[in-house]
């Protein structure tokens, strides 16, 4: 039984998010199709004696506030194991970016502890329990390209996205996901994705079609849209075939079909945007 593990924890976008609903318990029912990208950041746990973080970011929460500090507690206490973890997170994906960082550790955390303790769950079992604690962490464990309904319960593995690079760009400043469906909540009328749209053109490998169809409801309703905007027209600019917010905000992707114009497209909003990066799409063997 190994007493330490070490797992990339990848960063997500969303190709398309809709909201489609709200359950009488507040929470908003979605249509998403997510996206792991290769950024990531490290998790590294420890067996230990009782539940720790440490981190690279002097900002970051250490305590019950941190994802992963909640799905370590969680962990325990849903499998009655006796034990701890010692974890080390190093960040490399923005904290309140619209892509799944936080969520993503959550997952690295449950994954690694399910191996540490050996208490073999599995991925239905660890998307069921995760769901308590973030409701991006179902995708985050099965990972790749998925449509995710439901409040993010149902993930269903979609045919991977064709080759392509994904310019990823976070103005400075972060938007809560709380903030950006309240302000949604607030709105009158929106244009929805085509989200079938969207499956058919991942199911043709059309990175075209794909581009396209890429929409987001809460877009219109975050802090700053008009920055928001400009970084989807440089994109557009050096050769994007499509532009887009991820998640609640306020990072903006972009998809390239050349890799050239990509890494161009980089270096000029680098000179603006310290986080930004040009990565290519994860797959996940089915």
Known sequence: MANVIELASKAKINLSLDITGRRENGYHELATIM??????????????????????????????????????????????????????????????????????????????????????????????????????????????????????????????????????????FGISTEAAYRAYDSHASFTHPDTAGMVKALEEGDLLGIASKMRNVLEDVVTAPEEIAEIEKVMRSHGALGAR???????????????EKAEECRRALYKVYRDTWSVSPEHVPV
């Open 35 to 172: 996206q792991n990208v290769e950024l990531a950041d490290t998790v590294r746990l420890e067996k230990s004696d009782r539940i720790e973080i440490t981190s690279n970011l002097f900002y970051l929460p250490t305590d019950q506030k941190n994802i992963a500090y909640k799905m370590a507690e969680h962990f325990f206490r849903e499998t009655g194991v006796k034990g701890g973890v010692k974890i080390t997170l190093h960040k490399k994906i923005p904290v309140a970016a619209g892509m799944a960082g936080g969520s993503s550790n959550g997952a690295a955390v449950l994954k690694g502890l399910n191996k540490l303790y050996e208490t073999g769950l599995t991925l239905e079992e660890m998307q069921t329990m995760s769901l308590k604690i973030g409701s991006d962490i179902p995708f985050c464990l099965l990972g790749g390209t998925a449509l995710v309904t439901g409040i993010g319960e149902i993930t269903e593995r979609l045919p991977p996205m064709p080759a392509c690079r994904i310019v990823l760009c976070k103005p400075p």
């Open 245 to 259: 917010m991820s998640g609640s905000g306020p990072t903006v992707f972009g998809i390239f079909a050349e890799r």
